[in-house]
């Protein structure tokens, strides 16, 4: 029987790179299921498969082996069109580099996704108004990404993640490029958002203030995972992490 509180889940997941003189196992077998409606936190250091494993959940990669799961669905059985609609209209993307059109206002930045997804263009540029004052950012519709803070900008993505009503946002290391109080607002941000449109939220971080508002935390290392835990179950004091120095 299904269980429909997962909705994600991987089952033995593994991949490797063919780098000619060697192969590399970016990751080693990860099983885990995820539930609607959480906020999962997956850390580890660079290099530690995180990435690699957002891309196979996110269906960005096929795994070398074993199988990803949204909602029961088995990822690898969709074709290329299937899987384009999923990654429109289920999974929000937000990414570190915030990845916005520097040509385009904040507006049309959020809209394109919108239009993407089959909305005429009016509508979708309401949308794109109603998703950019949900994130605080009605006051600069008009703005260029040039005209707008490094928050400004993590939060205009954030309005481009959600304009379509995903039922998962996938956000890769979204605090990676802010200081540590505009870090601190988007984390809170994407917490509101989990709380107030039910969306699960999957952040690929190495960032320890995201534990604040994560429900579990899911630590990759070497590419396996090597601890799940529940937020507090979490020892955290000044400088360490369950004894574990963060520097």
């Known amino acids: 029987m299904t269980d429909n509180s997962v ?31 959480t906020y999962v936190s997956i850390m580890g250091p660079s290099g530690s498969g995180k990435s690699t494993f957002f891309n196979m959940i996110g269906g960005l990669d096929q795994p ?25 209209h289920k999974i929000g993307f937000i990414f570190q580099s915030f990845n916005l059109i520097a040509s385009m206002t904040a507006l049309e930045n959020v809209a394109i996704a919108r239009i993407f997804s089959g909305r005429n263009p009016t509508d979708a540029r ?4 109603d998703s950019l004052e949900q994130v605080g950012l009605g006051h600069r519709l008009h703005h260029l990404p040039s005209e707008l803070s490094g928050g400004q900008q993590q939060r205009v993505a954030i309005a481009r993640a959600i304009v379509n009503h995903p039922d998962v946002i996938l956000a890769d290391e979204p605090t990676g490029n802010l200081d540590l109080r505009t870090g601190e607002e988007i984390i809170q941000l994407l917490g509101r958002m989990k709380t107030e449109m039910n969306i699960t939220v999957i952040s690929a971080t190495h960032d320890m203030k995201m534990l604040s508002a994560s429900d579990e935390v899911v630590w990759i290392d070497d590419g396996a995972v090597s601890r799940v835990a529940k937020r507090d179950e979490v020892k955290i004091e000044v400088g360490t992490i369950d004894g574990q120095d963060l520097a």
């Open 7 to 37: 909705i994600i889940k991987t089952d033995a997941v593994t991949k490797k790179y063919d780098m000619g003189a060697e192969i590399v196992h970016a990751l080693r077998g990860i099983s885990l299921e995820i539930h609607r409606g």
């Open 64 to 88: 070398s082996t074993g199988d990803v799961f949204m909602e029961g669905q088995r990822l690898r059985d969709l074709s290329s069109g299937q899987m384009a609609w999923i990654r429109c």
């Open 126 to 129: 309401q949308d794109a108004s």
